[in-house]
């Protein structure tokens, strides 16, 4: 079997969503240490709906293709159900991920969460603080291959 699925290899040569949102409502950007990987995304927002969504992947292809398919599923969706995505389903859409890839997808996921903290923040939206633990408090992890 071919280590990457067709879906992660279609996304990753032709990954949709790329780009930046010059007035976006919220930008969230993360990075892995471990890799040195970086996403950043970027959303408008209009009554609770992300009505439009781009991001720029400085990393592996499982990242981009992770960051594709994640735009792709957050895209005209509310931010409630935005905040649900995880990485695993994001592999899941993608037909799988490698194990030691599964980390990337995790990236899409905190790059997603930050970028609607952010919106939050600037709006001065209250929310539930621990929806949104700080991945670097958990840090300690030791490399991920
Ligand atoms: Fe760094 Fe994939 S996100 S190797």
């Known amino acids: 079997m071919a280590l990457y699925s067709e879906k992660v290899m279609d996304h990753f040569t032709n990954p949709r969503n790329v780009g930046v949102i010059e007035d976006a409502d919220g ?3 993360v990075g892995n240490a471990v890799c040195g990987d970086i996403m950043k995304i970027y959303l408008k927002i209009d009554g609770g709906v992300i009505t439009d ?5 400085f990393g592996c292809g499982s990242a981009i293709a ?5 735009t792709e599923m957050i895209k005209g969706k509310p931010l409630s159900q935005a905040l649900e995505l995880t990485n695993k389903a994001v592999a899941e859409a993608l037909d799988g991920l490698p194990a030691h890839k599964m980390h990337c997808s995790v990236l899409a996921e905190e790059a ?6 952010d919106y939050y923040d600037r709006h001065g939206i209250e929310y539930d603080k621990s929806q ?3 991945p670097h408090e958990e840090e300690e992890e ?3 291959d």
């Open 66 to 70: 992770s960051s594709s398919m994640a």
């Open 53 to 57: 969504v781009k991001f720029k992947t």
């Open 132 to 134: 949104f633990p700080d």
């Open 27 to 29: 930008v969230g950007e």
């Open 142 to 144: 030791g490399p991920e």
């Open 112 to 117: 997603i969460r930050a970028a609607i903290k």
